[in-house]
C-alpha cells in the first residue's frame, strides 16, 4: 500500500509525538519513582526516629480510636496496642485512675483545644499504680485537622530513669532536710553557745545559749541587733578573727573572758570556715578548768616551796623522763648547778653531771649502770638502794615511779645517821657493861609493863630462871614468878604497885621484901625521863635486923613502910652530924678541903635507926668530899627543923649522879665509883622512912635529906 507524501508526513509526526510522548512519561515516571523513593526513604526515616525517640505520639480520634507506634504498648506493658484508648488500662497498661485522667485530659482537649500534661504509670494487681512501674509522662493537644479532624495528639515521654534519680534525690533532699533539722535541734539544744556567719561575717543563725549569754529575747532580735557574744580584744572585734578564719580556711580559737548573764567567766572561742556557707563558730566555759588550772599551779608552786624547806632531796621527771624539778637539798646533795640550768634535762645527762661532780657510787661500766637506773621509771614498785660515795658520804635513794610514766626520786644523806648509830651502839655496849659490873639489880619498864632492859644482877638476886627472860616478860608475869622466891609471896604485889606507880603515875616508890634465906632486898621504882620507870633492888641484908618472931608485923607494914636497921630510937640531929664531920677530919685535911656545919638552935630530934641513919648520912658526906675538888673543895651541912627535920649537903664538884647507869659516863669514873654507895643511902633512908633528893649541875650537888 503506498502512502501520499503527506500521509508519510503525517505519519512521522505522529510518531515523533508518540515518541516524545513516550520519552515524556518515561522521564515523568523516573521522577515520581524517585519521588517515592525519597518518601519512603523519609517515611522509614521518620520511623526510625520515632523508633528511637524518647517521645511517642498517639493519635486519639473524635469517637476514641487510637492510632500509634507498637512501642507504646512496651511502654505501658501491652501485648500490642488496642484500637480504642479506653483499653488502654484494666488488669495491664495504665492504672485505672491515671486513665479515667487521661480520658478526661484528651475529650477537653479535643473540645476545647486545650493542651494537657499528666504523669501517669503501669498498672499493678487490681487496677492500683504498680510500686516499681515505669514512670511516663503525658503531654497532648488538639491535632492538625490535616493529620485528622476532631483529634488529639498525645506525646508520651518514658522518664523512668530521670524519675529514679529524682526519687533518689528527693530521699537524699528529704534525709539530708532530716539530718540538718536535727542538727539546727542540737544545736539549738546545745549548752554552749553557737553561731553562723554568713559571707559577709553577718550572724545568721545562733542557738537559745547564745540568746541567754547575750540577754536577748530570742535569736531573732540577736541577728536583727547584730548582739556579738566576745567583747573586742585589743580593738580586733570578733568579725574580725571569723574573717581571718574564712580568709586561711584555718580554724581560729582564742581564750577571753566574756560576760555571761551577770558572771565573768573566761571561753574558749573557735571560729571554723565552712567555705561557701559562712563561718560557724562555738564557745566552751572553760571557767572552771581555769580555775582548776590556777589552783594546780598553785598547789605545784606550794609544794616546790614546801619541799624546798626539806632536808631531804627530792627531783621529780615528766613522762618524757626529763627534770621537772629539783629542790635545793637535791642540788646541794649532788652538787647540781642553779635551777634554770636543769630545766628539762634528761635523766641520764643529770645522771653524768652527777656522776663529774663525784656524787655517784663508782661503777667500772657506766653505761650499763645507766641504762639500770632508767628501768625505774618501768617498775612496779619503789626502788630503794643505798648509794656509798668515794668521799664517805653514804645517800639513801628511794626511786618511786608514777602513774603518768614519770618518776619521784628521793635523796637522804645518811652519814650523820650511820655514824650516830654507830656511836648509839658503841654506847649500848658501854652501858650493858656498866650496868652488869653494878651490885644492884637493875630493870627498866615501859608504860605497857614489859620489860626493856635488866643486867645480870636483876635475875641472880632472885633466883630467876633464864628460860623467863628469853623474850622481855611483863611486870605481871615477873612479879608472879619472884612471889615464889620470897619468904611472904603476898609481898610481890608492892613491886609491881611500885612499877606501875613509876611508869604510870610518874612518881617514885619503894619497899622492902624478904627471902626464905633471911635476906633482906629493899627495892625503889622511879620515873626515867623517857617515859620508862627504873626498878632498883639491893641486897641490905647486913645492915637490917631480923623482925621479932613473937610479934610480926603487920601486912601492911612490911609491904608502902620497910623495917628499920635497928630498934627506934630518940636521935638527937646535932650531935650526930658533929660526930660524923669529926670522923672526917683527917680525910679532909689530907685533900685540904673545908668543911662547914650549920644548924638551928633547936634542931630537934627524930626517933628512928641511929646505925642507918648515921651510915646514910655517912656514905653522902663521903661522896660530897670525893666530888668537890682538891684544894678549894668546900662541903656544907646544913641542919634545919625542928618540926620536919632536914638535913642539906652541899659541894662545890663539877655535880654527882646516883645511880642511873645512863648518866655515869658523862660524870667521870670518879663520881661513877660512888653511885652504888649513893643508892644504898638512899634505900636505907627510905627505909627509915626518909627521903632523898640530889641536884647535880655544874656549880656542884646538893643532897636533900628529909627525915620523918
Do not use: C
Not at 48 to 76: N, Q
Not at 345 to 369: C, N, T
Request: aromatic share 4%.
Amino acid at each position: 500500500m503506498q502512502l501520499s507524501p503527506t500521509a508519510l508526513v503525517l505519519l512521522g509526526l505522529l510518531l515523533a509525538a508518540w515518541t516524545g510522548a513516550a520519552a515524556w512519561l518515561a522521564l515523568s515516571a523516573r521522577t515520581r519513582e524517585g519521588q517515592a523513593k525519597g518518601a519512603r526513604l523519609s517515611a522509614l526515616r521518620l520511623a526510625r526516629m520515632i523508633d528511637t525517640a524518647p517521645a511517642l505520639p498517639l493519635l486519639v480520634r473524635a469517637d476514641g480510636r487510637i492510632e500509634g507506634h507498637e512501642r507504646l504498648a512496651a511502654w505501658l506493658g501491652l501485648e500490642r496496642l488496642p484500637d480504642f484508648l479506653s483499653e488502654l488500662g484494666g488488669e495491664h497498661g495504665l492504672a485505672r485512675a491515671d486513665l479515667d485522667a487521661l480520658t478526661q485530659a484528651v475529650r477537653r482537649s479535643q473540645k476545647t483545644a486545650a493542651p494537657f500534661e499528666l504523669a501517669v504509670g503501669w498498672a499493678g494487681e487490681g487496677g492500683q499504680a504498680h510500686t516499681s512501674a515505669r514512670s511516663l509522662a503525658v503531654r497532648g493537644q488538639r491535632a492538625d485537622p490535616a493529620i485528622a479532624p476532631n483529634a488529639a495528639l498525645v506525646w508520651w515521654f518514658d522518664f523512668s530513669e530521670s524519675e529514679a534519680e529524682l526519687a533518689a534525690l528527693r530521699e537524699e533532699a528529704a534525709s539530708a532536710t532530716g539530718d540538718f533539722a536535727a542538727l539546727v535541734g542540737l544545736i539549738e539544744s546545745a549548752p554552749m553557745p553557737i553561731w553562723l556567719r554568713g559571707a559577709d561575717l553577718r550572724l545568721q543563725m545562733v542557738n537559745r545559749a547564745y540568746v541567754a549569754a547575750v540577754g536577748a529575747s530570742n535569736s531573732g532580735e540577736v541577728i536583727e541587733r547584730q548582739l556579738e557574744l566576745v567583747e573586742p580584744i585589743e580593738g580586733h572585734a570578733a568579725g574580725q578573727f571569723a574573717a581571718r578564719a574564712l580568709q586561711t580556711g584555718e580554724p581560729v580559737e582564742r581564750v577571753v573572758q566574756a560576760t555571761l548573764g551577770r558572771q565573768r567567766v573566761a571561753l574558749k572561742v573557735s571560729d571554723l570556715p565552712l567555705g561557701a556557707a559562712g563561718i560557724a563558730g562555738y564557745a566552751v566555759d572553760i571557767e572552771e578548768q581555769e580555775r582548776r588550772n590556777r589552783t594546780l599551779r598553785a598547789f605545784r608552786s606550794a609544794q616546790r616551796a614546801l619541799l624546798d624547806q626539806l632536808s631531804l632531796g627530792i627531783a621529780r621527771f615528766d613522762r618524757e623522763r626529763q627534770l621537772d624539778f629539783a629542790n635545793d637539798p637535791f642540788r646541794r646533795i649532788f652538787k647540781l648547778p642553779p635551777a634554770p640550768e636543769l630545766e628539762a634535762l634528761p635523766f641520764d645527762r643529770l645522771l653524768d653531771q652527777m656522776r663529774d661532780a663525784g656524787r655517784l657510787p663508782e661503777r667500772r661500766d657506766f653505761p650499763e649502770w645507766r641504762a639500770e637506773l632508767a628501768e625505774w621509771f618501768t617498775a612496779d614498785e619503789p626502788v630503794r638502794v643505798d648509794w656509798p660515795l668515794s668521799d664517805g658520804v653514804h645517800l639513801k635513794i628511794i626511786a618511786h615511779p608514777l602513774p603518768d610514766g614519770g618518776l619521784v626520786l628521793a635523796a637522804e644523806d645518811r652519814t650523820e645517821q650511820l655514824a650516830l648509830a654507830a656511836t648509839r651502839d658503841m654506847l649500848l655496849r658501854t652501858r650493858t657493861a656498866m650496868i652488869d659490873s653494878l651490885s644492884e639489880a637493875l630493870a627498866v619498864f615501859a608504860p605497857d609493863g614489859r620489860m626493856q632492859l635488866w643486867n645480870r644482877r636483876f635475875p641472880e638476886i632472885f633466883a630467876l630462871p633464864d628460860a623467863l627472860f628469853e623474850q622481855p616478860p611483863r611486870i605481871d608475869a615477873l612479879v608472879e614468878e619472884i612471889g615464889r622466891r620470897l619468904a611472904r609471896p603476898e609481898q610481890r604485889k608492892a613491886i609491881g604497885e611500885a612499877v606501875r606507880s613509876a611508869t604510870l603515875d610518874r612518881m617514885q616508890h619503894g619497899g622492902q621484901v624478904q627471902l626464905p634465906d633471911g635476906r633482906v632486898l629493899v627495892f625503889t621504882a622511879l620515873p626515867l625521863p623517857d617515859g620508862n620507870g627504873l626498878l632498883t633492888v639491893l641486897d641490905i641484908t647486913g645492915a637490917a635486923l631480923p623482925t621479932h618472931q613473937s610479934k610480926p608485923p603487920a601486912p601492911e607494914v612490911a609491904e608502902e613502910e620497910p623495917t628499920p636497921a635497928d630498934e627506934p630510937e630518940p636521935v638527937e640531929l646535932l650531935p650526930l652530924l658533929t660526930a660524923i664531920a669529926h670522923e672526917r677530919e683527917a680525910l679532909l685535911d689530907d685533900r685540904n678541903q673545908a668543911l662547914e656545919l650549920r644548924a638551928a638552935r633547936n634542931a630537934g630530934s627524930v626517933t628512928t635507926s641511929r646505925r642507918g641513919l648515921a651510915e646514910a648520912l655517912g656514905i653522902l658526906l663521903d661522896a660530897a668530899i670525893a666530888n668537890a675538888p682538891q684544894g678549894t673543895g668546900r662541903i656544907q651541912v646544913a641542919l634545919n627543923g625542928p618540926k620536919k627535920p632536914r638535913i642539906i649537903i652541899t659541894d662545890n664538884g663539877r655535880g654527882t649522879t646516883e645511880q642511873l647507869p645512863l648518866a655515869l659516863a658523862s660524870s667521870g669514873a670518879r663520881n661513877g665509883a660512888h653511885a652504888s654507895e649513893i643508892a644504898r643511902a638512899r634505900r636505907l633512908l627510905e627505909a627509915l622512912g626518909g627521903r632523898l633528893e640530889l641536884v647535880a649541875g655544874e656549880g656542884g650537888t646538893t643532897a636533900s635529906i628529909t627525915l620523918p
